[in-house]
């Protein structure tokens, strides 16, 4: 019989950033891979991710580390740079 380990851990503030991340990054992973048309849904769905790393940075402000706000910095600055192109593709495709 195999033995289970007890993995019971709390969330580090790097699990929180990309579980909040997590639907815009796969969204826009799929639409890179082409595996789906990117619909307004699917930009408000990344917007929304967007949004609620903005709001998390405003909340930590000078109250997390400098390796976690280097990576919530990191991601949130990934995710708009993605964000601005994917619409700027949708927008071409559109017209």
Known sequence: MSETKNT????????????????????LLEHKEKKKKLEEKDLFLIK??????????????NNISKDEEKMLNDTLSNMQIAYVKIKEEKN???S
């Open 8 to 27: 019971n851990k709390s969330p580090t503030f790097n699990d929180i950033v990309m579980t909040v991340a997590a639907a815009g990054l796969f969204i």
């Open 92 to 94: 071409n495709d559109d």
């Open 48 to 61: 929304f991710s967007i949004e609620m790393l903005e709001q998390l940075k405003e909340k930590t402000k």
